[in-house]
């Protein structure tokens, strides 16, 4: 029912630069809100963490190992989330997921609730 568009993973040297973009599209149906959009990232062998949220009314959260060097911002209109990637480091290499939390679709009946939805996840590599 919904479809998160993942863009921008690549590949990059020791402090460069890049932004990943993730749009939500409702499949069928078109989107009402979404609470929070966020990313996440899974490095080989380590648990998916959170990099960084953000909520509709703007209140962000960002992992302390990117805080000052990555920055999140999103688009409510276009219910597009943000990843500006600065001064990356070689253990920022992971696959980046994006993911909306609190997803409201205007069904025929009404309102359909998803408490969440996870992107394919987009590859960041960071060359040394």
């Known amino acids: 029912q919904v479809r998160l568009v993942e863009s921008g993973g690549g590949l990059v040297q020791a402090g460069g630069s890049l932004r990943l973009s993730c749009a939500a599209f409702?499949?069928?149906?078109?989107?009402?809100?979404?609470?929070?959009m966020g990313w996440y990232r899974q490095a080989p062998g380590m648990q998916r963490e959170l990099v960084a949220s953000i909520t509709s009314t703007g209140s962000t959260n960002v992992a302390d190992s990117v805080k000052g060097r990555f920055t999140i911002s999103g688009d409510n209109a276009k219910y597009t989330v943000y990843l500006q990637m600065n001064s990356l480091k070689p253990e920022d290499t992971a696959v980046y997921y994006c993911?909306?939390?609190?997803?409201?679709?205007?069904?025929?009946?009404?309102?359909?609730?998803?408490?969440?939805?996870w992107g394919q996840g987009t590859q960041v590599t960071v060359s040394s």
């Open positions: 993911k909306a939390d609190g997803i409201r679709l205007n069904g025929v009946d009404g309102v359909t609730y998803i408490p969440d939805y």
């Open positions: 409702g499949s069928i149906f078109s989107i009402s809100s979404i609470n929070t």
